[in-house]
């Protein structure tokens, strides 16, 4: 009995197996789903030594990641290059173009932007008083 209702079962599911695809939803090639991944990852910045450069990478879920060349950053892509402000790619599948690039927005040194100075503050020395008499 119990090898009937196996059969029976399989046989309900082998039409299921065969459905093609819903002709409603978009399809989406495995290039386009690994380029769509790619690019929730973000370039923070790169940090670089005369024996090797690393990259900071932000993943989609807020993970920080450090990265160097030859190091996989998702299943079916590695680290090809790192530079003064970008980090390369390389796609293991046969994708059009084989290679993603990651860029640093703006300054070179970008983390030189945020700094800002207050020139309404002066150093004194102890027991001196400012001229408005604080």
Known sequence: MNRSLC???FIAMAPVWAMPPNPFQPQISPCEKLTGQLSTWVL???????????????????????????????PGAKIESIGTGFVNARLELACQPSSYRWELKGKTYAMDSGITSDSGSAIRKPGESDKSGR
């Not at 910045?45 to 690393?54: A, E, K, L």
């Open 7 to 9: 059969w029976g079962f």
């Open 44 to 74: 923070q910045g790169v940090i670089s030594s005369p024996r090797t450069n690393t990259a900071l990478m932000l993943s989609p879920q807020g993970a920080w990641r450090r990265m160097k060349v030859d190091m996989e950053l998702i």
